[in-house]
């Protein structure tokens, strides 16, 4: 069963019809790591929001359908949206300093999670502990008894990817997560991402506006620009040979691509 399978999704600003999501279509496949590029304001964060049934108040799904592990999101009742978000969908934020709850230890945050996935109580700090192991952090026990100001960056990234393998979801999405961490943390938090995904066989859509860190964990990319959808194709292909204008000029403005002393690439094609 596909985790994700968005086809023809439009979607609009009530106020005054503006297309922030102009017809789109993509799909992520069971193990499989797509990255979703774009400079700001492409619309990638909104199509995960869209992805959970979780358009920000003023927007509005004009035409098209999501399916999320066969599970078609238009018509469910809140219910059942609910528990498909719960048990089916994790969704791991930008800043883990402010996904996590500031007066509240680690281990309190992991139970109530485990509790949501239907965790017995009698096995919850096993479990826990068990699922920071996985992610590499040292004595899991301490890491309960500890709050999130306690943590480095990457401690807390990988507390939080943690927590979105708990209940074994089909899908996860990953919304610029890499941001607020340096180069080492970074590396080793997108590997761990990405092993974890593997492994469980959960579709990972790995939104980011680090094309470097997209080339050397996703198997394909897709490409936004102003709502649009405007490449789609396996990793080395659109960085090697990019096919829409968008693409080349996102490329073009690599740090390893540029020229000494010269401008970096702006403005162009991109809305």
């Known amino acids: 069963m596909t985790p994700l399978v968005i086809s023809n999704l439009t979607v609009c600003r009530r106020a005054d019809g503006r297309v922030l999501i102009d017809g789109l279509s993509l799909s992520v496949a069971a193990g499989e790591v797509v990255g979703l590029v774009g400079e700001s304001g492409s619309g990638k964060s909104l199509t995960a929001m869209a992805a959970i049934g979780m358009l920000p108040a003023g927007l509005q799904q004009e035409a098209g359908s999501i399916m999320v592990a066969g599970v078609p999101l238009g018509g469910l009742a809140t219910a059942a949206l609910r528990q498909l978000r719960q048990r089916t969908v994790s969704l791991i934020f ?118 470097g860190a997209a080339r050397h964990c996703c198997d394909r990319i897709l490409v936004m620009a102003g709502g649009r959808l405007v490449e789609n194709g396996p990793a080395a292909q659109v960085f090697g040979q990019p096919a829409s204008p968008e693409a080349r000029q996102l490329l073009a403005a690599l740090p390893e691509r540029a020229v000494p002393r010269q401008p970096l690439p702006v403005g162009g094609g991109l809305q």
Request: with cysteine; aromatic share 2%; net charge positive.
């Open 94 to 211: 930008q800043d883990p300093m402010t996904a996590l709850c500031p007066t509240r230890r680690i281990g309190a945050q992991l139970a109530d999670v485990l509790a949501v996935a239907g965790c017995p109580r009698t096995d919850r700090v096993a479990r826990a502990m068990a699922l920071l192991a996985d992610m590499h952090l040292p004595d899991p026990a301490m890491l309960l008894r500890r709050y999130p100001h306690q943590l480095s960056g990457g401690q807390r990234q990988r507390v939080l990817i943690a927590m979105a393998f708990s209940a074994s979801p089909a899908l996860v999405l990953a919304d610029e997560v890499t941001t607020a961490l340096d180069v080492s943390a970074r590396a080793q938090v997108l590997r761990l991402l990405v092993e974890r995904a593997r492994q469980m066989g959960s579709g990972l859509l790995f939104i980011t506006h680090d094309l």
